[in-house]
């Protein structure tokens, strides 16, 4: 049983496409991240909600753009892919969002622009 | 100057060799420190946790803060192939936000 699961693991796709990665986890947690790493392994916050609401993000481009349908989703949409989005995308969660707590990792979708 | 600092190695040492893996931080406002492994095309787990400074414990991994230093390790002794992974120090900056090292890539020679 996975508790945090990401779809899908590997995309390849050509730049300006518009492209979606789904994330879903069965902890009962309330708090969800979407987190990304690029190619020297350096892992970045993107984006954090609470209970389906947003509370962090980190300056990222506005053609991404997170949507969390219910607490246990949280769903990463892309617009006008460009080369430099390419990295491995981390879905996360933990129990809530206060200092402390332990996050979980999905295991990750693996995106290519071309 | 990066929040979390951590030398990417690569690092390799025989197996059975103790393993020290290291990391400092910028913000002595900082209290809770974590060590995560990942493995090749995986996502990140949690391995070690420790609040404010002092040392941990758990079989054989032993995670140190050192607060005055601004200074985190990581110990492996008896290190194993399987223990081959990249790993994470990382602390939260504030809540619901983890800053993140750039990983050492270990490799546990048999």
């Known amino acids: 049983d996975t508790a945090v699961s990401q779809t899908p693991k590997y995309l390849v796709t050509q730049m300006g496409n518009d492209k979606s990665i789904k994330c879903e986890q069965n902890?009962?947690?309330?708090?969800m991240y979407w987190y990304k790493q690029d190619s020297k392994k350096f892992l970045k916050i993107m984006f954090s909600?609470?209970?389906?609401?947003?509370?962090i993000n980190e300056t990222v481009p506005n053609r991404f753009s997170p949507k969390s349908p219910d607490k246990a989703h949280l769903n990463l949409h892309i617009n006008s892919l460009e080369l430099g989005d390419s990295a491995v995308y981390f879905c996360?969660?933990?129990?809530?969002?206060?200092?402390?707590?332990?996050?979980?990792f999905g295991e990750g979708s693996w995106l290519t622009v071309v | 100057q990066k929040e979390v600092e951590q030398d990417p190695g690569p690092l390799s040492v025989p197996e059975g060799a103790i393993v020290s893996l290291n990391c400092t931080y910028s913000?002595?406002?900082?209290?809770?420190f974590m060590w995560y492994r990942q493995y090749s095309r995986k996502g990140p787990e949690l391995l070690m946790y420790?609040?404010?400074?002092g040392n941990k414990e758990d079989g054989r991994f032993t995670a140190q803060v050192d607060k005055s230093s601004k200074y985190i390790s990581l110990f492996i002794r008896d290190s194993q192939p399987s223990d081959s992974a990249t790993y994470l120090c990382?602390?939260?900056?504030?809540?619901?936000?983890?800053?993140f090292g750039s990983g050492t890539r270990l490799s546990i020679r048999p």
């Open positions: 996360a969660s933990s129990q809530d969002w206060t200092a402390g707590n332990t996050i979980y």
């Open positions: 902890l009962g947690h309330d708090t």
């Open positions: 909600y609470n209970n389906k609401e947003l509370i």
């Open positions: 913000n002595s406002a900082f209290q809770y």
């Open positions: 420790t609040y404010s400074s």
């Open positions: 990382a602390s939260y900056s504030s809540a619901s936000k983890i800053i």
